[in-house]
């Protein structure tokens, strides 16, 4: 009887075996899944290959906005930016293109940028939003200041500090602006849903291109 019930296991574990390599050989003949692709193409005077993004790449409508983190209407205009794109989560791609014209502006973009490296993007640009009397409009950008921010949102300070200084920040700042100026666009913020500029600079007014892009979308 022994006998009879180590052969049944013994049975039992070939089969398992058996059936555990055959489902790794299957999952591994498996192509890779695929990425989703945009549904709406934009040409990259709009929306660059490296361009900060949020929200669903293959979503049909894009908010794209030109900005200076060191604008006080880009500041004031923040929080109801971040409750709209909360309201059209998951039916829109919102992208940041930057139009730096103050003293401060580079640095504080360099500082985003330098956040995003350690996944703090979008945090240190409501940072800087919300709190401008701490950094901005003084006669210097100051990096200090900068690297006391990227410490209250827990970043490695030694990391940040060198990712500070990386020149490809002002190297994408500047290709931005001469993206914008191409655009026309002729201050910040200032936005474009798809390719169509937003020209009342009001939320309602973003709104509402914003729905009539999803509704065409839907009809398509």
């Known amino acids: 009887m022994k006998k009879e019930l180590k052969i ?3 049975l039992l574990l070939a089969v398992i075996v058996g059936f555990t390599a055959a489902f790794v ?50 500041a004031a205009f923040y ?10 989560e998951g039916r829109i791609r919102f992208v940041v293109r930057y139009m730096p014209y103050h003293k401060s502006s580079m640095m504080a973009i360099a500082a985003t940028e330098a956040a995003g490296v350690q996944g703090k993007y979008w945090e240190m ?30 970043l490695d300070i030694v990391k940040f500090a060198a990712d500070l200084k990386n020149p490809a920040w002002a190297q994408k700042a500047q290709r931005d602006m001469a993206d914008g100026m191409d655009l026309e666009v002729g201050g910040t913020p200032s936005f474009f849903v798809n390719t169509t500029p937003v020209q009342d600079l009001s939320i ?16 398509k």
Not at 145 to 150: H, L, S, T, W, Y
Request: hydrophobic share 35%; proline share 12%; with cysteine.
């Open 79 to 88: 929080p109801s930016v971040k409750e709209m794109l909360k309201d059209y």
């Open 25 to 74: 050989i299957y999952k591994n003949s498996l192509p890779p899944p695929q990425k989703p692709t945009p549904t709406v193409s934009l040409p990259e005077k709009y929306v660059r290959p490296d361009s900060a993004a949020k929200g669903p790449l293959d979503a049909s409508t894009t908010l794209i906005e030109f900005l200076d983190p060191e604008c006080e209407a880009c």
């Open 125 to 154: 640009q409501e940072f800087l939003f919300l709190n401008p009397q701490l950094w901005s409009h003084r006669p210097a950008a100051d990096p200090e200041i900068f690297k006391g921010f990227a410490a209250q949102l827990g």
């Open 204 to 219: 309602s007014a973003i709104r509402n291109l914003l729905d009539q892009s999803l509704k065409l979308a839907e009809q």
């Open 8 to 10: 049944i296991i013994g």
